[in-house]
């Protein structure tokens, strides 16, 4: 069965158990969705629907109403570009770096000789927690804020009243240069910049701009548009892949943001891929470890389910997953090494039901590519023809 229109969803860092090599990364036990399932009791019977919950045990479902399985990472390292570039048939054996007890001093003196700026706090830290703490003292003293989420990311905050947007985009861009050697390997410089007085400060999430990496190889995207096939990208997936093959983009503040964008694009006439990311899961519930807050993001999204399932039309197919764990029951405040889930949902299929296990994320670049009748990626094998 072929389709006009493919949306994946990647719901960042909704990882389903520990993977096969999770004992190399620390990470032995961990499991996102059920443990949140685990200590709340979730309402999710739409997301039950489709096989969400299944893909937990890989039990049988025989009232299903799509293909449900779970998909096992390949790609060195646990990290939201690790996991997206495998999905996009992109081998990576070597992890990018994070810094959860801060970066080392010879690269933050790099960044004040770079700059011309002394840096202020240098750890891992929640994004509005550092500004609250850090920020008169950064207007006082016109300080750049550094500091990581525990992602493969290297941050930096700054008050638009003492460092112009603009200003700090060339400190990142210089700084994005610096990171690219292999000891300080970071898969992305972040800008922040924020606004607001003492105590109230908040960040200017329409000024963030993201100074990723470029991706090492060609990806199924680039496959996609060079063969003239709409790349729609909703959230950060853009930055994720520093904008090659993709021809429109729309930023996301938030979940409920990312899916009314996605249902104004379902609503479109298009042929080809629209790519979205559901971020709130991994940046504000997963590193701070809310178990609560993830468990209220998973229902909302059951709630928009409906919404989505009915807007497709019968020759669309949509693909919900994610990148990577971040189980906020675990210790510390870094992603889970994690199975994801794979569900594959079209208003067209008369055969619903448990598939095999996927033994790579690349399974799902390599359908999108048989689709669409592209070259295939050098990883992944495509299972559109499971798909009746």
Not at 81 to 91: K, S
Request: glycine share 8%; net charge negative.
């Amino acid at each position: 069965m072929k389709f006009k229109r493919i949306f994946l969803m990647v719901l960042d860092s909704l990882g389903v158990g520990e993977a096969q090599d999770a004992a190399a990364y620390q990470d032995t036990g961990c499991n996102t969705l059920g443990h949140i399932k685990e200590q709340c009791n979730l309402f999710i019977p739409n997301l039950k629907k489709i096989g969400f919950l299944n893909t937990l045990n890989m039990d049988e479902n025989e009232e299903v109403e799509a293909y449900y399985t779970i998909a096992r990472p390949n790609n060195a390292g646990k990290d939201t570009l690790a996991g997206h570039y495998e999905m996009m048939g992109i081998t990576s054996n070597i992890p990018f770096k994070t810094f959860n007890n801060g970066f080392p001093i010879e690269l933050i003196d790099a960044i004040e000789k770079l700059t011309g700026r002394r840096v202020i706090g240098n750890r891992s830290c929640n994004n509005n927690e550092i500004i609250q703490e850090l920020g008169e003292r950064q207007l006082n003293y016109g300080s750049l804020i550094v500091y990581t989420s525990a992602d493969s990311d290297l941050q930096i905050a700054a008050h638009e009243d003492i460092i112009s947007p603009e200003q700090l985009y060339q400190y990142c861009e210089k700084i994005r240069a610096l990171t690219i050697r292999e000891d300080w390997l970071i898969g992305r410089v972040i800008a922040r910049p924020f606004v607001g007085t003492n105590g109230k400060f908040r960040l200017n999430n329409s000024g963030r701009k993201d100074y990723p990496v470029r991706p090492p190889k060609r990806t199924v995207l680039d496959e996609l548009n060079d063969n003239h096939y709409n790349v729609i990208a909703i959230g950060k997936i853009n930055d994720i892949f520093d904008g090659q093959g993709i021809n429109k983009c729309m930023k996301a503040s938030n979940n409920s943001d990312a899916i009314n964008k996605l249902t104004s694009v379902i609503e479109k006439n298009f042929t080809g891929l629209c790519m979205v990311n559901l971020c709130d899961f991994d940046n504000l519930y997963g590193h701070t470890r809310d178990v609560e807050g993830y468990a209220k993001a998973i229902e909302a999204l059951d709630v928009d389910i409906p919404l989505l399932l009915n807007k497709l039309e019968l020759d669309d197919l949509l693909i919900i997953t994610a990148d990577h764990g971040n189980d906020p029951t675990f210790h510390g405040c870094d992603h889970t090494r994690e199975n994801v889930p794979v569900i594959f949902y079209s208003r067209n299929f008369k055969q619903p039901g448990r598939l095999p296990i996927q033994s790579t994320l690349a399974n799902i670049g390599a359908t999108i590519a048989d689709n669409f009748d592209i070259a295939p990626p050098e990883i992944g094998k495509s299972i559109l023809d499971e798909l009746i």
